[in-house]
């Protein structure tokens, strides 16, 4: 199929998602627990995903090398064929959207497989789409780890996907090697948020609850959880924190005036209970939260907005990713010292720097080994932009043209041509 008659049926495709979100989000927030007031913009940022790898078709370009009269090289990008992509449960439809758009703008035929724990929007999803593509070019293959891995071992599976965990991450690659397959990994992430002294407090705070993603029960990979506040600016950023974490109250998450929803499952619930049992046994001082809400809610899988101070940087909640809504705060005066302990975990995903200084912004921000760095900023993303992680954080880049070509294969082509005629 010709480039831009694929960008035409992308084009549709994102028209269908932006006529049904509303359908679509209320399915995952019945399905991952994560409030539908949130889920909302899932449907349509994935529908803009869609939009712009529609847009970049033209750009799988090959490049010509001058090698002389009697000859002609040059290079072509040609798709893997079947691609598979393994997705989380805590952006069900925006990451079913989002993470099909490159591998079929690029002319794969691609495979997904959507968390067991939330399916639903997925396979809502391929009834929407039924009939705008040729026949098995988009697939839903639900299933555990199991069918994960039976896709990542599968020899005729050429490129295999993931957004998980990076316990998920080593299994997807071991399964993997067994046939050399290339991999693309979006895993987990212990991620900073760092406060210099003339920083705003009330601005780090607001910053620190958002960018620990509350509503989202604290699930995202990109939650900064680990907060390393300045001496200087730390009891009154302290002083705020609760009152920000207060607009974040757990409930039904079908409910449009939720503000919070629930953990993804039992196992989930208890290691977040886990982490705040270990964190208060190290030492840390809890703020706020730290516990199940009361009421209707007690035996849900809920977890309250939960901040603790006096971390330091060997305590395992400071060392962890906990996937849930706990968020670290660690005092600092040395920046050699601070940007040690930043870096000194094995992750590496996002970082979020608060300062007026943009001297110090800018070293600070060539010096955290993260893939993704906000400066006075923090949880957006931006469309064209690489968004990936250093160390057991991923292996390349999304939501940019990198990750469009990182479903193509690069051929070169060798001319000799015939003799000039007389």
């Known amino acids: 199929m010709p480039p831009l008659e694929r960008a035409r049926l992308l084009r549709e495709m994102a028209t269908i998602i932006r006529r049904n979100?509303?359908?679509?989000?209320?399915?995952?927030?019945?399905?991952?627990g994560n409030p539908v007031s949130e889920l909302a913009a899932d449907s349509?940022?994935?529908?803009?995903?869609?939009?712009?790898?529609?847009?970049l078709v033209t750009e799988m370009k090959g490049a010509s090398i001058?090698?002389?009269?009697?000859?002609?090289?040059?290079?072509?990008?040609?798709?893997?064929?079947?691609?598979?992509?393994?997705?989380?449960?805590?952006?069900?439809?925006?990451?079913?959207?989002?993470k099909i758009a490159a591998p079929l703008a690029a002319g794969n035929v691609v495979i997904v497989k959507p968390s067991e724990q939330a399916p639903l929007s997925a396979l809502r999803f391929a009834e929407l789409v039924d009939g705008l593509l040729p026949p098995g070019v988009l697939n839903i293959v639900t299933g555990g780890s199991d069918t994960g891995a039976a896709l990542a071992a599968h020899p005729k599976v050429a490129k295999i996907s993931l957004v998980g965990s990076a316990a998920a991450g080593r299994a997807v690659m071991r399964e993997a090697s067994a046939t050399l397959k290339p991999v693309l990994l979006e895993l987990g992430g212990k991620n900073a948020l760092i406060a210099y002294?003339?920083?705003?407090?009330?601005?780090?705070?607001?910053?620190?609850?958002?960018?620990?993603?509350?509503?989202?029960?604290?699930?995202?990979?990109?939650?900064?959880?680990?907060?390393?506040?300045?001496?200087?600016?730390?009891?009154?950023?302290?002083?705020?924190?609760?009152?920000?974490?207060?607009?974040?109250?757990?409930?039904?998450?079908?409910?449009?005036?939720?503000?919070?929803?629930?953990?993804?499952?039992?196992?989930?619930?208890?290691?977040?209970?886990?982490?705040?049992?270990?964190?208060?046994?190290?030492?840390?001082?809890?703020?706020?939260?730290?516990?199940?809400?009361?009421?209707?809610?007690?035996?849900?899988l809920f977890v309250e907005p939960t901040v603790f101070a006096d971390i330091t940087p060997d305590m395992r909640l400071a060392r962890e990713e906990v996937f849930g809504p706990v968020l670290g705060v660690l005092k600092w005066s040395d920046e050699a010292a601070m940007i040690e302990a930043v870096n000194a975990v094995d992750y590496g995903l996002t970082c979020s720097i608060w300062t007026r200084d943009l001297d110090r912004a800018h070293r600070t921000a060539m010096a955290v080994e993260t893939g993704y760095v906000w400066i006075n900023e923090t949880s957006r993303h931006i469309l064209g932009?690489?968004?990936?992680?250093?160390?057991?954080?991923?292996?390349?880049?999304?939501?940019?043209?990198?990750?469009?070509?990182?479903?193509t294969q690069e051929k070169n082509i060798y001319i000799a041509l015939g003799p000039r005629a007389a």
């Open 21 to 32: 979100g509303k359908e679509l989000a209320d399915l995952d927030a019945l399905d991952c």
């Open 44 to 55: 349509m940022v994935g529908a803009a995903l869609i939009d712009y790898f529609a847009g």
């Open 66 to 98: 001058p090698v002389g009269p009697n000859a002609v090289n040059f290079s072509v990008r040609q798709p893997f064929g079947v691609v598979a992509r393994i997705l989380a449960f805590n952006h069900p439809f925006l990451f079913c959207a989002g």
């Open 197 to 300: 002294p003339d920083a705003d407090p009330d601005e780090v705070a607001k910053a620190m609850i958002a960018g620990m993603n509350f509503a989202w029960c604290g699930q995202s990979c990109g939650s900064t959880s680990r907060a390393f506040v300045h001496a200087d600016i730390h009891d009154a950023v302290l002083s705020r924190v609760c009152d920000a974490a207060a607009r974040y109250q757990p409930g039904d998450p079908s409910n449009p005036a939720t503000t919070m929803g629930a953990l993804i499952s039992q196992r989930q619930h208890e290691r977040v209970l886990g982490f705040i049992e270990s964190a208060r046994a190290e030492g840390g001082r809890l703020i706020c939260g730290g516990g199940v809400p009361g009421g209707d809610l007690a035996s849900g």
């Open 385 to 407: 932009a690489p968004f990936g992680g250093m160390k057991q954080s991923g292996i390349g880049r999304e939501e940019c043209l990198e990750e469009l070509l990182a479903f």
